[in-house]
């Protein structure tokens, strides 16, 4: 009975600490993609329900750069990168409350429709993005001059 009772200990504290680095492995709250042609494609159907999606891709330099992309009430969809000038240092990002992106960092909160408008401080810094034939398209020039937030260099 003992050995038993050890081993289910044993077996609970395996899964206490691979369940977080199984969920990392797996890709998290990150979606990977590749550029095509110097550009990030991403299907608006699978972006304009409100919610943010995170996406994570590598920089010409290597770095893997973390964005995240949100549909505001505004209807306008937005991108920016998963940092800030003040807070990248931490490498926390935003987590979406309500209809605002929250620095996990300093806990500012931000309006879905300032993103993009609104840089600098701890405001998630912009990314260019236009629409066309049903894909946000983001430039790869945008994503490798905002690299310098990123310190991840492997996917």
């Known amino acids: 009975m003992r050995k038993l009772i050890l081993l289910t200990v044993a077996i609970a504290i395996l899964i206490f600490f691979a369940a977080p680095s199984a969920f990392s492995f797996f890709g998290g709250k990150f979606k990977k993609i590749e550029p095509?042609?110097?550009?990030?494609?991403?299907?608006?159907?699978?972006?304009?329900?409100?919610?943010?999606?995170?996406?994570?891709?590598?920089?010409?330099?290597?770095?893997?750069?973390?964005?995240?992309?949100?549909?505001s009430k505004d209807g306008v969809i937005r991108a920016a990168i998963d940092a800030c000038d003040v807070c990248y240092r931490a490498?926390?990002?935003?987590?979406?409350?309500?209809?605002?992106?929250?620095?996990?960092?300093?806990?500012?909160?931000?309006p879905s429709n300032k993103i993009n408008d609104v840089k600098g401080g701890c405001n998630p810094a912009p990314l260019e993005r236009v629409i066309k034939d049903e894909y946000l398209v983001i430039w790869m020039t945008d994503i490798n001059k905002n690299s310098w937030y990123c310190k991840h260099k492997d996917l």
Do not use: W
């Not at 304009?48 to 549909?71: E, L, P």
């Open 91 to 110: 490498g926390k990002g935003y987590v979406q409350k309500g209809d605002n992106m929250v620095c996990e960092n300093c806990g500012m909160k931000f």
């Open 36 to 71: 095509e042609n110097g550009k990030l494609r991403i299907p608006l159907e699978e972006i304009n329900d409100g919610k943010a999606h995170y996406f994570k891709t590598k920089s010409a330099d290597g770095t893997i750069v973390s964005f995240f992309t949100i549909k």
